[in-house]
Each structure stands twice: as structure tokens, then as C-alpha cells.
T-cell receptor
């Protein structure tokens, strides 16, 4: 149980393109979803936290106009990287949590974004 | 602020041996801890968690130990198998909010 599906798994696109990544909780309702970024051989860096139906809370240094997050339902959150540039190339991972804060986050399998 | 770190960046063990991965945290207000396993090109996979009112929790072949006095967390894997080769992250959550603070990760390599 507690499966999170992330799509697409890999994106290669030209600089200036906007890219949307979907994160779905398949068998639970994710009242809170999280978006992370991970560079090679490094840990996960939290970008933003979103609760269903409300605006996302972004971590310091993360541009909210650059990384648009929508959490429209209890099973779907999307991250749109707007006007992506090569420095945005990274591994983006989402996770969902069922509710009370002392519940584990369940992660998707990530999206490898490569901007040419 | 929160600081979660791992004592060893890499760990090599022989198949069948027990593995111990360590983690230190700095925020004494952390009340929930999780170990994740991440295989190459995949997202972290939940292994086991422990709350601050416990000092030990066991799962299938895994045990997590929590020492709140020295703010130390460990993951023990019994009879390590090749499929256990991955990067292991500890994560800590303070007693307010939902965000997890991740450690740097330990790469576990199981040799035959």
C-alpha cells in the first residue's frame, strides 16, 4: 500500500520550455504532498510543501514563480518548471503523506529532467 | 536549526554479515525518525520509522535504535543481501510541521 506514482520518469527538452510533472497517490489520500530536488550523490532538498486546496509553502531560495505547484485534489499534485534552463536539470521527487504529521512520507520514483 | 548527518558516507559489507548504518541529529525537538532506502534512479523507499517515545523498533531483518540522550539513530540490517545495496537516508521531523530533514546518505555495498 501507499503507492505514489510520478510521471513522466524522464524529460529531455530545450531551454525555455515549461515542463509539468505529475504526482499521484494511488491508494491513499495525500493531504500533504512534498516536492524535492536531488543532485547526483546528494541528499534530498525540500523545495515546497503543499496541502490540498491551498497554496504551497516554498523553502527559502526556491522561486515560487519558477516552480509552480498545484495540489488540486487529495490524490494529485503537479510541479511545473517554467521556462526551464540547463541549471534546472535535476532529479525531482514528490512524496505524499496521509495526514497526521507523524506518518511516513511515501515517495514517487522521481523525474529526471534534462534541459538542453 | 536541524542538522542530520551520517557518520560514514560508504559502507561495504559481505553478504550474510550484519550492517549498521549510523545517523546523528542535532535538534532535540525532533520527535519522529524514518529510514529510507534509495536505489539508483528511483525514489526513496520507506524502511522503518520510530517515534521519540521509543528506543527500539524491529521490522523484517531491520532494527532501528534511537538514543535521544546523544541524538543518535542507527539502522541495523541482519544477514545483508545483495539486494540491500543502495543509499540509505535517515530523516528527522521536528515536533511541529510536516517537513522531514534528510541526512546526506550512506551508500551500502554488499559484496558476495
Amino acid at each position: 500500500g501507499a503507492v505514489v506514482s510520478q510521471h513522466p520518469s524522464r524529460v529531455i527538452c530545450k531551454s525555455g520550455t515549461s515542463v509539468k510533472i505529475e504526482c499521484r497517490s494511488l491508494d491513499f489520500q495525500a493531504t500533504t504532498m512534498f516536492w524535492y530536488r536531488q543532485f547526483p550523490k546528494q541528499s534530498l532538498m525540500l523545495m515546497a510543501t503543499s496541502n490540498e486546496g491551498s497554496k504551497a509553502t516554498y523553502e527559502q531560495g526556491v522561486e515560487k514563480d519558477k516552480f509552480l505547484i498545484n495540489h488540486a485534489s487529495l490524490t494529485l499534485s503537479t510541479l511545473t518548471v517554467t521556462s526551464a534552463h540547463p541549471e534546472d536539470s535535476s532529479f525531482y521527487i514528490c512524496s505524499g503523506s496521509q495526514g497526521p504529521s507523524n506518518q511516513p512520507q511515501h515517495f514517487g520514483d522521481g523525474t529526471r529532467l534534462s534541459i538542453l | 536549526g536541524e542538522s542530520v548527518g551520517l557518520h560514514l558516507p560508504t559502507l561495504s559489507v559481505q553478504e550474510g554479515d550484519n550492517s549498521i548504518i549510523n545517523c546523528a541529529y542535532s535538534n532535540s525537538a525532533s520527535d519522529y525518525f524514518i529510514w529510507y532506502k534509495q536505489e539508483s534512479g528511483k525514489g526513496p523507499q520507506f524502511i522503518i520509522d520510530i517515534r521519540s517515545n521509543m528506543d527500539k523498533r524491529q521490522g523484517q531483518r531491520v532494527t532501528v535504535l534511537l538514543n535521544k540522550t546523544v541524538k543518535h539513530l542507527s539502522l541495523q540490517i541482519a544477514a545483508t543481501q545483495p539486494g540491500d545495496s543502495a543509499v540509505y537516508f535517515c530523516a528527522a521531523k521536528p515536533n511541529s510541521g510536516y517537513a522531514l530533514n534528510f541526512g546526506k546518505g550512506t551508500s551500502l555495498l554488499v559484496t558476495p
